[in-house]
T-cell receptor, first 114, second 111 residues
């Protein structure tokens, strides 16, 4: 079956703009989580969604937001982009929110802020 | 913050077993040990997880010490394609799917 799909794969934005990234989880998976990866900070948890509700949030400013739709697809939005937001943004889907469940990651969206 | 400590890098000869250690001395009774790996510029890939018993699947074996303060991931016959960053993560399964990554171990497999 198809894996986790993230679109777009690459994106270049100007400082001050906003951006929306999309994630389609594996069919049947209901939990989606987002991560930011930078060379300096490594992989950092942003937030996770289950049943259209944000369940947990990492330590990121309010400029970072997300949502999940009834079909489990998720989007994340970053407003007022800063140069430091340049990163690989990864989405992961899981069958459930709790319990013995592994996370499957997409290939990520590479965001460059200039 | 990550609750695990791993060596920053390790080398392994192709065909030999790769043994990757992880220290999680503050692990709680309801925390599982998960291992993921990330091959350059790809999304992390799940490898294996366990609570207190040793586990084995088609990719690897996980050995957890009796006191659960440390564990070892074993790749029995490493290949060049196993070159990656390996992350050891402790997770409370009832707390959600969030994974708190540390810096991981960069495993370099050479011929």
């Amino acid at each position: 079956k198809a894996g986790v799909t993230q679109t777009p794969r690459y994106l270049i934005k100007t400082r001050g703009q906003q951006v929306t990234l999309s994630c389609s989880p594996i069919s049947g998976h209901r939990s989606v989580s987002w991560y930011q990866q930078t060379p300096g900070q490594g992989l950092q948890f942003l937030f996770e969604y289950f049943s259209e509700t944000q369940r947990n949030k990492g330590n990121f400013p309010g400029r970072f937001s997300g949502r999940q739709f009834s079909n489990s697809r998720s989007e994340m939005n970053v407003s007022t982009l800063e140069l430091g937001d340049s990163a690989l943004y990864l989405c992961a889907s899981s069958l459930r929110w709790r319990g013995n469940t592994e996370a499957f990651f997409g290939q990520g969206t590479r965001l460059t802020v200039v | 913050d990550a609750k695990t400590t791993q060596p920053p890098s390790m080398d392994c000869a192709e065909g030999r077993a790769a043994n990757l250690p992880c220290n999680h001395s503050t692990i709680s009774g309801n925390e599982y040990v998960y291992w993921y790996r990330q091959i350059h510029s790809q999304g992390p890939q799940y490898i294996i997880h366990g609570l207190k018993n040793n586990e084995t699947n088609e990719m690897a074996s996980l050995i957890i010490t009796e006191d659960r303060k440390s564990s070892t991931l074993i790749l029995p016959h490493a290949t060049l394609r196993d070159t990656a960053v390996y992350y050891c993560i402790v997770r409370v399964e009832q707390a959600g799917t969030a994974l708190i990554f540390g810096k991981g171990t960069t495993l370099s497999v050479s011929s």
